[in-house]
């Protein structure tokens, strides 16, 4: 990318002054106020650069200064690079920096209390995004579709889930879309954020089900009574203790993992634990539930206790729900490699045992979609009716009670 003066002819005895801005065999032409005599001109250059010292001084170091500020101009082309260093309104084009935007718009989110963990999400995938272009800043305009589908093909050949994927553009979209609500007034056409780098991208397909995430009946025995053999780049603590927290998760009705990491000692008592899924804060009543724990449950929450004030010891063992989950699925990939499961190898995750909870409630205990929707603690279509019922939470005993017995009743598991 390189900056030079060009003149033009203007008539016989003058010349236009343009500064050029020109990449590998193309060209732009930015315009000048300045008009300079033939005399001072051979060979379309200025030979005398002391008389028009000002040109290269002021106006050719005005545009390189401009220039210089644009983070990652090849991601550009040239006209768009024109528009940027020539713009009257450079300071309101140019400020929209996407980190610092971002991180602001995420510190809104986490000021209400039910959308903290949504806040912790977008600022997870946010550093990761951040890490990638390894760089402390970028803006807005700068994130053209180019650099998204590297993003995308980056991740690709690390070997992440097509879920993944999606769910960490889906948040970095987001994020950008909600930027350019803020900084772009559509009422009186004034566009700060021009660009929609999202449109058209070649995602990958997210070929999955419900379903395909439940194993089978035999499959939740096989791991009760997996004996997990130590491989190369696993810890088997490690991996014993994500067993034992997935198999937790299946013995508490499907729980899911913020959920677990969340839950302090005082909502454990009487053989039960009520708690108020964080995916359902936001709604009226905070959508409470109570939830029986077996003796199965029991015993790896005495197994697992905290230190503190926190029911289990994720807590004392790492410091955000994040990284749990991470050591988490890693460690269940091992344990896919050692027990010869139903379901496919990229399906079988930690929310497996709340699908597999939940499909087994329904196809082996015959119990109703709504009986499953309301032990799973999803939101019901009669949200009404519902507000006006006393909880009876004898419901999900019986539930617990019949799928335990349907694992349990036959050899294979103890």
Request: charged content about 30%.
């Given at each position: 990318?390189?900056?030079?003066?060009?003149?033009?002819?203007?008539?016989?005895?003058?010349?236009?002054?343009?500064?050029?801005?020109?990449?590998?065999?193309?060209?732009?032409?930015?315009?000048?106020?300045?008009?300079?005599?033939?005399?001072?001109?051979?060979?379309?250059?200025?030979?005398?650069?002391?008389?028009?010292?000002?040109?290269?001084?002021?106006?050719?170091?005005?545009?390189?200064?401009?220039?210089?500020?644009?983070?990652?101009?090849?991601?550009?082309?040239?006209?768009?690079?024109?528009?940027?260093?020539?713009?009257?309104?450079?300071?309101?084009?140019?400020?929209?920096?996407?980190?610092?935007?971002?991180?602001?718009?995420?510190?809104?989110?986490?000021?209400?209390?039910?959308?903290?963990?949504?806040?912790?999400?977008?600022?997870?995938?946010?550093?990761?995004?951040?890490?990638?272009?390894?760089?402390?800043?970028?803006?807005?305009?700068?994130?053209?579709?180019?650099?998204?589908?590297?993003?995308?093909?980056?991740?690709?050949?690390?070997?992440?889930?097509?879920?993944?994927?999606?769910?960490?553009?889906?948040?970095?979209?987001?994020?950008?879309?909600?930027?350019?609500?803020?900084?772009?007034?559509?009422?009186?056409?004034?566009?700060?954020?021009?660009?929609?780098?999202?449109?058209?991208?070649?995602l990958p397909q997210v070929m999955l089900s419900a379903g395909d995430r439940a194993l089978l009946v035999d499959d939740i025995?096989?791991?009760?009574?997996?004996?997990?053999?130590?491989?190369?780049?696993?810890?088997?603590?490690?991996?014993?203790?994500?067993?034992?927290?997935?198999?937790?998760?299946?013995?508490?009705?499907?729980?899911?993992?913020?959920?677990?990491?969340?839950?302090?000692?005082?909502?454990?008592?009487?053989?039960?634990?009520?708690?108020?899924?964080?995916?359902?804060?936001?709604?009226?009543?905070?959508?409470?539930?109570?939830?029986?724990?077996?003796?199965?449950?029991?015993?790896?929450?005495?197994?697992?206790?905290?230190?503190?004030?926190?029911?289990?010891?994720?807590?004392?063992?790492?410091?955000?729900?994040?990284?749990?989950?991470?050591?988490?699925?890693?460690?269940?990939?091992?344990?896919?490699?050692?027990?010869?499961?139903?379901?496919?190898?990229?399906?079988?995750?930690?929310?497996?045992?709340?699908?597999?909870?939940?499909?087994?409630?329904?196809?082996?205990?015959?119990?109703?979609?709504?009986?499953?929707?309301?032990?799973?603690?999803?939101?019901?279509?009669?949200?009404?009716?519902?507000?006006?019922?006393?909880?009876?939470?004898?419901?999900?005993?019986?539930?617990?009670?019949?799928v335990l017995d349907v694992v349990y009743n036959s050899k294979g598991a103890e």
């Amino acid at each position: 990318m390189k900056l030079s003066i060009h003149v033009k002819p203007k008539g016989q005895t003058e010349y236009y002054v343009f500064i050029s801005l020109s990449h590998q065999s193309k060209r732009v032409l930015i315009a000048t106020p300045y008009i300079i005599g033939s005399e001072h001109v051979k060979a379309g250059k200025i030979i005398n650069k002391a008389k028009y010292a000002e040109i290269y001084n002021k106006e050719l170091l005005k545009y390189e200064e401009r220039l210089g500020s644009i983070v990652a101009p090849e991601l550009l082309d040239l006209a768009s690079i024109k528009d940027i260093i020539t713009s009257t309104h450079r300071e309101e084009a140019t400020v929209v920096e996407f980190f610092a935007a971002a991180e602001e718009h995420i510190k809104r989110i986490e000021q209400k209390p039910a959308r903290v963990r949504t806040a912790e999400i977008y600022r997870y995938n946010l550093n990761s995004f951040k890490q990638y272009i390894d760089r402390d800043k970028l803006y807005t305009f700068e994130m053209t579709h180019k650099l998204m589908q590297g993003y995308i093909k980056f991740m690709t050949n690390e070997k992440k889930k097509a879920s993944t994927i999606n769910n960490k553009i889906n948040i970095i979209k987001l994020l950008f879309y909600a930027i350019r609500d803020e900084y772009n007034d559509y009422d009186t056409g004034t566009l700060v954020v021009k660009n929609d780098p999202f449109r058209k991208l070649d995602l990958p397909q997210v070929m999955l089900s419900a379903g395909d995430r439940a194993l089978l009946v035999d499959d939740i025995r096989k791991l009760i009574n997996a004996n997990i053999e130590k491989g190369k780049g696993y810890r088997l603590s490690a991996v014993n203790y994500a067993l034992d927290y997935f198999l937790l998760s299946f013995y508490l009705l499907g729980i899911n993992p913020v959920d677990l990491y969340n839950l302090k000692n005082e909502q454990y008592k009487d053989g039960r634990i009520t708690y108020t899924r964080s995916k359902t804060k936001r709604r009226a009543g905070g959508a409470e539930i109570s939830i029986p724990v077996c003796d199965q449950a029991k015993k790896l929450i005495e197994k697992h206790k905290s230190r503190s004030e926190w029911l289990l010891d994720m807590r004392d063992n790492y410091v955000k729900v994040e990284n749990v989950v991470n050591m988490v699925s890693r460690s269940l990939e091992h344990i896919y490699n050692n027990t010869d499961l139903s379901v496919e190898k990229g399906n079988f995750t930690w929310y497996s045992a709340r699908h597999t909870w939940a499909s087994i409630a329904a196809n082996e205990c015959h119990f109703s979609d709504a009986e499953v929707a309301r032990a799973l603690n999803h939101q019901s279509e009669h949200k009404v009716t519902r507000g006006y019922i006393r909880p009876d939470w004898s419901l999900l005993d019986r539930m617990n009670e019949a799928v335990l017995d349907v694992v349990y009743n036959s050899k294979g598991a103890e």
